[in-house]
C-alpha cells in the first residue's frame, strides 16, 4: 500500500547521502565562510558621549520668602530652566571633518543629556586627532577644543570619551 | 462517470502548485531512500523537538564545567575543546550542530507547512504561535554564543547591542557597556548564562503552547531515524570540532570571523544596510508571516455537527479528531448513554472525519433519509449515498470501479468512465468502512479504489493511517471480514502523480478482469464436475 523502495543496498545508500549532505551542510556553514569586516591596516574610532547641554536660559535665585513656602526637597537657591541646548561634537583626522554631529538633548522636556555613539573607520597609523564640542547654543566656535597625536596600530579599537569633571575629551 | 464531490475547493495558486509539485517530487525521493514512515521531510517537527533535547541534554553538562568569571570563562570552554576533547569537546560540538540543524528543521518546516497551505482556518494557532518560536530560538542560539567570549562572542556583543540601541527603548547607548578593555565584569557572565536558561526554557514553553490545539502531536521521530540523525550529529562532531575563536579583547575591533550562518547570518546586514532595515527585515518578515492564517482566499467549511438522536457517545469521534475538536460531554436528552459528541467550531476544518469514524455512519440503513451521529452540513453522508447509488446505476462494464478520493489529493475526476465513478471527499477517512462493504457486497462494483494523499502526508494528518487501520480491522469501526480486500486498493499518492494514479488504475482494473475470468473458469469446472 506503499510507494515503492528503493531495493536495499541502494536504500542505505540514499539515506547515508542524506545523513551526508545535512553533515556537510551543517559543518560548512556552522563557521564558513568567513565574513571580513573591517579592510587590512584599519583602524576604529569609537566615539561615545553622554553629555549634557546647557541650560536655555539663564538661573534665577530664588527669594527667602518663596523657599519657605515650599517643601523641604526642593528648596535649591537657584532655579534653572528644564531645558538644554543641542550638543554639536565635530571630529577631525590630520585635518580632514570625518565626524560631525549636532544631537538635540533627550528627554520629554529636552532636559537630558545628548548621546553620541558612532564607529568611524580610519587608516591605521599615526594621526592627529581634533576634537571639539559645542553645548552652549552658540553660532560661532566651540565650547572645548582638544587637539592628541595618536598611534592607532591595525584592527585598534580607539575610544573617544567626553568627561564632563574635566570638561574634555578623553582617550582611552 | 463524475459521481460527486464534495463542495468545490479553490484551486491552488499556480505557483503555490508548482512548489507543491516540486516539494512532493523531493518528498518523493526521500520516501523511496527511507520509506514513508522514516522519511524525514514529514517528521520535521519531531526532529526539531529531538534536536531541542540534545541541546538541553548537552547543555546541562557545559553548564556544570563552565566559569561564569570574566577571566575564566574561555579557559573553561578552552579546557573542554581541548583537553577534554573526547567528553567536553563531544558535547560542545553537539550542543552546536543539533542546534543549527534545529534551525534547518524549524525553517524547512514553516517552508512546508505554508508550501501545502496548512496554516489556515483553525490551523492559524500553531502557525501563529510558531512565530515567537523562531525568535526565542534565535534569541537562545546568538546568547549562547556569547558565553565562549572569543571575538565571535565579541563581534556578536558588539553588534547586538548597537543594533537594540537603534530602538528608542535607552537612553544611554547600551553599547557603551563594551566601550574599552576592563568595561565588563564577572556580573555580565552571570547575567548571559542566567539568560541561556532562561530562553530555553520559554522556548520549551512555547513549542508546548505550538502543540495545543494538534490532537496526537508527533513529538519524537521514529527510532530508527532519531539514531541515524543523532549518528551523523556525533560523527561530525568527532570529524569537525567546534572550536573557539582567539579570545575577545575589546581594546580591538573584531576584522573577520567565522559566522555560524544559522544563527547569525543577518549580522553583517547590520553594518552593510543600517540596524533599522535590518529590524524592518525581521519584525516585518515576522508580521506578514503572523497574519498570513488571514490573507485570502478564504476557504472556512461548515463545522460537522452532531444529531443527539443517532449519537450513543461511543467516543470513537473523539478518538479520531486530528484537531481535537470533538469532545465529550453530559448529555441531557435522556437517552440511556452517558455523554455525547460536542463540536468545537473554532477548531474544526470540516475534514470528515468523525463522519467515517461513526458507527451510524453506515448505508445500510433503510430510512430515506440517512442521518448519522455527526456530520458534514455542507457534504452529508446521505448525499454520498444518494450520488453512490445513481452512480452505480449507470456504471456499465466488464470490470466496474468505484474511486474515493480526497480534494487534497490527485484530481481523480479525470478517471471518470461509463465503468469508473469517482467521488472526492473532503479526507479519505470521511468514507466509513460500511460504505465499502455497501458498494462491493450489493455487487454494484467490482472493485473500490481509495486514492488519497501521500502516506505520512495526509492533509489532514490522521486520514491515511486511520484509513489503512480500519481496512486492516485495527481500528474501529472495522471493515467487516465478508468485505474481499482483495477488491480494495489503496493509493496514497501525491497530487503530482497523476501518472501513477491511472496506472494503479489499470493494474487494479486488469486485476480484477482477471479474477473475474479466473472465478468464471472456476464456475464451469464446478459446474461440469456436478453434471
Known amino acids: 500500500m506503499s510507494r515503492s523502495l528503493m531495493p536495499g543496498a541502494m536504500k542505505f545508500?540514499?539515506?547515508?547521502?542524506?545523513?551526508?549532505?545535512?553533515?556537510?551542510?551543517?559543518?560548512?556553514?556552522?563557521?564558513?565562510?568567513?565574513?571580513?569586516?573591517?579592510?587590512?591596516?584599519?583602524?576604529?574610532?569609537?566615539?561615545?558621549?553622554?553629555?549634557?547641554?546647557?541650560?536655555?536660559?539663564?538661573?534665577?535665585?530664588?527669594?527667602?520668602?518663596?523657599?519657605?513656602?515650599?517643601?523641604?526637597?526642593?528648596?535649591?537657591?537657584?532655579?534653572?530652566?528644564?531645558?538644554?541646548?543641542?550638543?554639536?561634537?565635530?571630529?577631525?583626522?590630520?585635518g580632514e571633518r570625518v565626524f560631525s554631529r549636532e544631537q538635540p538633548p533627550s528627554g520629554l522636556s529636552s532636559d537630558g543629556p545628548s548621546?553620541?555613539?558612532?564607529?568611524?573607520?580610519?587608516?591605521?597609523?599615526?594621526?592627529?586627532?581634533?576634537?571639539?564640542?559645542?553645548?552652549?547654543?552658540?553660532?560661532?566656535?566651540f565650547d572645548y577644543e582638544t587637539t592628541q597625536e595618536v598611534e592607532l596600530e591595525p584592527a585598534r579599537n580607539l575610544a573617544i570619551v567626553f568627561s564632563t569633571p574635566s570638561a574634555n575629551f578623553v582617550i582611552k | 462517470?463524475?459521481?460527486?464531490?464534495?463542495?468545490?475547493?479553490?484551486?491552488?495558486?499556480?505557483?503555490?502548485?508548482?512548489?507543491?509539485?516540486?516539494?512532493?517530487?523531493?518528498?518523493?525521493?526521500?520516501?523511496?531512500?527511507?520509506?514513508?514512515?522514516?522519511?524525514?521531510?514529514?517528521?520535521?517537527?519531531?526532529?526539531?523537538?529531538?534536536?531541542?533535547?540534545?541541546?538541553?541534554?548537552?547543555?546541562?553538562?557545559?553548564?556544570?564545567?563552565?566559569?561564569?568569571?570574566?577571566?575564566?570563562?574561555?579557559?573553561?570552554?578552552?579546557?573542554?575543546?581541548?583537553?577534554?576533547?573526547?567528553?567536553?569537546?563531544?558535547?560542545?560540538?553537539?550542543?552546536?550542530?543539533?542546534?543549527?540543524?534545529?534551525?534547518?528543521?524549524?525553517?524547512?518546516?514553516?517552508?512546508?507547512?505554508?508550501?501545502?497551505?496548512?496554516?489556515?482556518?483553525?490551523?492559524?494557532?500553531?502557525?501563529?504561535?510558531?512565530i515567537p518560536i523562531l525568535w526565542l530560538a534565535f534569541a537562545s542560539g546568538i546568547n549562547g554564543y556569547w558565553l565562549v567570549w572569543d571575538q565571535l562572542a565579541q563581534y556578536i556583543a558588539v553588534a547586538t547591542f548597537e543594533w537594540m540601541d537603534w530602538l528608542p527603548?535607552?537612553?544611554?547607548?547600551?553599547?557603551?557597556?563594551?566601550?574599552?578593555r576592563g568595561s565588563l565584569g564577572d556580573r555580565f557572565f552571570s547575567l548571559l548564562v542566567f539568560l541561556h536558561i532562561a530562553l530555553p526554557l520559554f522556548l520549551l514553553f512555547a513549542m508546548w503552547i505550538h502543540l495545543l490545539r494538534i490532537s496526537r502531536p508527533r513529538v519524537n521521530p521514529p527510532l530508527a531515524l532519531a539514531a541515524g540523525t543523532f549518528a551523523m550529529l556525533f560523527l561530525l562532531a568527532l570529524y569537525k570540532p567546534a572550536l573557539s575563536h582567539p579570545p575577545a579583547d575589546l581594546g580591538m575591533v573584531v576584522e573577520r570571523v567565522s559566522l555560524?550562518?544559522?544563527?547569525?547570518?543577518?549580522?553583517?546586514l547590520i553594518e552593510i544596510w543600517?540596524?533599522?532595515?535590518?529590524?524592518?527585515?525581521?519584525?516585518?518578515?515576522?508580521?506578514?508571516?503572523?497574519?498570513?492564517?488571514?490573507?485570502?482566499?478564504?476557504?472556512?467549511?461548515?463545522?460537522?455537527?452532531?444529531?443527539?438522536?443517532?449519537?450513543?457517545?461511543?467516543?470513537?469521534?473523539?478518538?479520531?479528531?486530528?484537531?481535537?475538536?470533538?469532545?465529550?460531554?453530559?448529555?441531557?436528552?435522556?437517552?440511556?448513554?452517558?455523554?455525547?459528541?460536542?463540536?468545537?467550531?473554532?477548531?474544526?476544518?470540516?475534514?470528515?472525519?468523525?463522519?467515517?469514524?461513526?458507527?451510524?455512519?453506515?448505508?445500510?440503513?433503510?430510512?430515506?433519509?440517512?442521518?448519522?451521529?455527526?456530520?458534514?452540513?455542507?457534504?452529508?453522508?446521505?448525499?454520498?449515498?444518494k450520488d453512490v447509488d445513481q452512480a452505480l446505476a449507470r456504471l456499465k462494464g466488464e470490470s466496474k470501479v468505484v474511486i474515493f478520493g480526497c480534494d487534497h489529493g490527485n484530481d481523480i475526476g479525470k478517471l471518470a468512465s461509463p465503468d469508473v465513478a469517482v467521488f472526492s471527499l473532503p479526507c479519505i477517512a470521511m468514507l466509513p468502512p460500511a460504505f465499502m462493504d455497501y458498494v462491493l457486497t450489493r455487487g454494484h462494483a467490482d472493485g473500490i479504489m481509495l486514492a488519497g494523499c501521500r502516506e505520512n502526508e495526509c492533509f489532514h494528518r490522521l486520514g491515511v493511517e486511520w484509513t489503512e487501520l480500519r481496512i486492516g480491522g485495527k481500528r474501529d469501526p472495522y471493515l467487516r471480514d465478508r468485505v474481499p480486500r482483495d477488491r480494495i486498493a489503496t493509493a496514497w499518492l501525491a497530487p503530482s502523480e497523476p501518472g501513477e494514479l491511472a496506472g494503479r488504475l489499470k493494474a487494479f482494473r486488469d486485476n480484477l478482469m482477471a479474477m473475474k475470468i479466473s472465478a468464471a473458469k472456476d464456475g464451469e469446472k464446478e459446474h461440469s464436475h456436478v453434471s
Not at chain 2, 527603548?169 to 574599552?180: H, K, M
Open chain 2, 260 to 268: 555560524d550562518w544559522f544563527y547569525l547570518g543577518f549580522y553583517p
Open chain 1, 13 to 94: 545508500l540514499g539515506q547515508g547521502a542524506a545523513y551526508l549532505a545535512l553533515a556537510v551542510v551543517l559543518g560548512y556553514f556552522s563557521n564558513s565562510p568567513a565574513y571580513i569586516r573591517l579592510a587590512p591596516d584599519t583602524a576604529v574610532i569609537k566615539l561615545s558621549i553622554s553629555h549634557g547641554g546647557q541650560h536655555k536660559g539663564e538661573c534665577g535665585t530664588r527669594q527667602f520668602a518663596n523657599i519657605k513656602e515650599t517643601r523641604t526637597t526642593r528648596r535649591a537657591l537657584q532655579l534653572c530652566p528644564r531645558e538644554r541646548h543641542s550638543v554639536l561634537v565635530e571630529i577631525f583626522l590630520d
Open chain 2, 274 to 385: 543600517s540596524a533599522g532595515w535590518v529590524w524592518l527585515l525581521l519584525v516585518g518578515t515576522s508580521t506578514v508571516l503572523s497574519i498570513l492564517p488571514w490573507a485570502p482566499p478564504f476557504k472556512r467549511s461548515s463545522p460537522a455537527v452532531v444529531d443527539a438522536a443517532n449519537c450513543n457517545g461511543c467516543t470513537r469521534c473523539f478518538e479520531d479528531c486530528p484537531y481535537g475538536a470533538v469532545v465529550m460531554g453530559p448529555r441531557d436528552d435522556g437517552r440511556p448513554f452517558p455523554s455525547i459528541a460536542l463540536v468545537s467550531a473554532d477548531l474544526c476544518t470540516a475534514c470528515g472525519i468523525c463522519v467515517g469514524s461513526c458507527p451510524a455512519s453506515t448505508p445500510f440503513r433503510t430510512s430515506t433519509q440517512l442521518v448519522t451521529g455527526i456530520d458534514l452540513p455542507q457534504f452529508t453522508l446521505d448525499k454520498l449515498r
Open chain 2, 1 to 130: 462517470m463524475n459521481g460527486s464531490a464534495s463542495p468545490p475547493q479553490p484551486h491552488p495558486h499556480p505557483l503555490r502548485r508548482a512548489a507543491q509539485n516540486g516539494l512532493m517530487q523531493v518528498e518523493g525521493w526521500f520516501d523511496s531512500a527511507f520509506g514513508p514512515k522514516l522519511n524525514p521531510l514529514t517528521q520535521l517537527g519531531a526532529l526539531g523537538y529531538f534536536y531541542f533535547w540534545i541541546v538541553a541534554a548537552t547543555g546541562i553538562y557545559l553548564y556544570i564545567v563552565f566559569e561564569t568569571s570574566i577571566n575564566g570563562v574561555y579557559d573553561s570552554i578552552e579546557y573542554l575543546t581541548v583537553e577534554q576533547w573526547y567528553l567536553g569537546g563531544i558535547m560542545r560540538s553537539l550542543h552546536r550542530y543539533a542546534s543549527d540543524a534545529l534551525v534547518i528543521t524549524m525553517m524547512l518546516h514553516l517552508l512546508r507547512e505554508f508550501v501545502l497551505d496548512r496554516y489556515r482556518s483553525v490551523r492559524w494557532f500553531s502557525w501563529f504561535s510558531g
Open chain 1, 115 to 141: 548621546y553620541f555613539y558612532e564607529r568611524i573607520a580610519v587608516p591605521a597609523g599615526r594621526h592627529r586627532l581634533d576634537m571639539r564640542m559645542r553645548d552652549s547654543g552658540r553660532v560661532e566656535g
Open chain 2, 169 to 180: 527603548l535607552f537612553g544611554e547607548p547600551i553599547a557603551n557597556n563594551f566601550l574599552t
